[in-house]
Structures are given as C-alpha cells and as structure tokens.
C-alpha cells in the first residue's frame, strides 16, 4: 500500500493560507491523490482529488510535482470553520477490485482567531 | 440532495449482543465501503460491496462480521455477539466506479458502545 507521511498538527491565523504537504514516495502510476476533511464525530467530507499538476475547485487547490511523490492541499484565507483533520490519502485499486482508502492519522489544523 | 445516510447515529449494546449497522448509499452509487475508525486512529478499510455482492471483505475479521448490499434496501454490517474491541465509529463510504480513480463519500456514521 501506498503510504503517505504529513504534519501531525498545523496551527494558523484566520485569514491567511494554509498549505499541508504530504510525501507519498511510493505512489503507483495509476494511483490518485485525495484530500479529504473531517470534523470530529463526523464522516471524512472529499475536497480534492489530483493526479499531476494543479486541481483546483471552489474549495481548495491541490498541487502535484511531476515526479508524484508528494502533493500540497492549499487551503486560501482560512476560517475557524476550517478547524479540522486533513487526511491525504492514495488510493489503490486492489486486486479485488475495491480501491481502498488508506487512512493515516491526518494533520489536526487549528485556526487561531 | 441526500447524501449516505447511515443510521442509527449512535447505538449502544452489551456485551454478547447483535449490532445492525445501515448505510443508505447516495442514489445512483452502486458501490458501497465500509470504514472502522477506533479513537484517535485513522480509518481503517473493512469491506467492499456492489450490489448483492462482496468484492472485497480482507479488511474484515473473519468471525462475528459479516455484511450484505441487498438488491432493494440499505447495506448492512452485522457484529454479533460483540465485545468490548468493536467499540468505535462505523463510517459507511459509497461511489461509482470510473475505473482508474473513484471518489468515495462518506456518511455521518454510526458510533457504538460495547457496555
């Protein structure tokens, strides 16, 4: 399984830009990059998904070098709503078929008024 | 604009006891992910069903587990007689399949108690 190493924590201003990087050595040619977000005593929530290069939607950017061997959730202008867990994840299609999300324990974001 | 729905939200049990877990797929989902999540851990893969069928059931342990994705109704992940160990948060996860990438959404969960 492809295994991803990021922040334990991060701490930020409201208003400022947040990016959190994750290493993903590993990854496998046809494997994907998600982010997802997750608020405690609730389910993982999807912002992003990315193979190469730059994915952007209305909530986040997501950035990939060319090599794919680590990505960067960029979070613009943070609120304190945005106080949560990030996981990064790379999903892999097994050879059953399901693709499998493998969860580590994510980078805990505070937002600081 | 229902997203997966799971309930019961919370669901207590005592030792020895059965626990139903459901999750309601988001319309048009096929696909359906069962995740276990123990305090301060990340989610860890359980189970992977279409409809009517177990794709992949490695992350599952192999006694007292067991779950279904019947052709009319909601997925359903059985614990028998539980014990104290599957206390935790069950996240259901359901998608459609595009081949090389697939985005999962996650329900609210279900979060037991094992007394």
């Known amino acids: 399984l492809a295994k991803t190493t990021q922040p334990i924590s991060m701490d930020s201003y409201e208003g400022q830009e947040v990016n959190i990087t994750c290493s993903h050595n590993?990854?496998?040619?046809?494997?994907?990059i998600t982010w997802y977000q997750q608020f405690p005593s609730q389910g993982p929530r999807f912002i992003i998904q990315?193979?190469?290069t730059k994915v952007t939607n209305e909530v986040a950017s997501l950035f990939i070098p060319a090599d794919r061997k680590s990505s960067t959730l960029s979070l613009p202008r943070v609120s304190l709503s945005d106080t949560a867990v990030y996981y990064c994840?790379?999903?892999?299609?097994?050879?059953?078929?399901?693709?499998?999300?493998?969860f580590g324990k994510g980078t805990k974001l505070s937002v600081i008024p | 604009n229902a997203g997966v729905m799971q309930n019961p939200r919370h669901l207590v049990r005592r030792r020895g006891q059965e626990a139903r877990l459901r999750c309601s797929p988001v319309?048009?989902?096929?696909?359906v992910y069962w995740y276990r999540q123990l305090p301060e851990e990340g989610l860890k893969f359980m189970v992977y069903?279409?409809?009517?069928?177990?794709?992949?059931e490695s992350g599952m342990p192999k006694e007292r587990f067991s779950a279904e994705f019947p052709k009319e109704g909601p997925s359903i992940l059985r614990i028998q007689q539980v014990v104290r160990g599957d206390s935790a948060a069950y996240f259901c996860a359901s998608s459609v399949n595009r081949g090389r990438e697939e985005t999962q959404y996650f329900g609210p969960g279900t979060r037991l108690l094992v007394l």
């Open positions: 990315g193979y190469k």
């Open positions: 319309k048009g989902h096929s696909h």
């Open positions: 069903l279409q409809k009517e069928n177990i794709i992949d």
């Open positions: 590993n990854i496998a040619t046809n494997d994907y």
């Open positions: 994840l790379v999903g892999e299609r097994s050879g059953a078929g399901s693709y499998q999300l493998t």
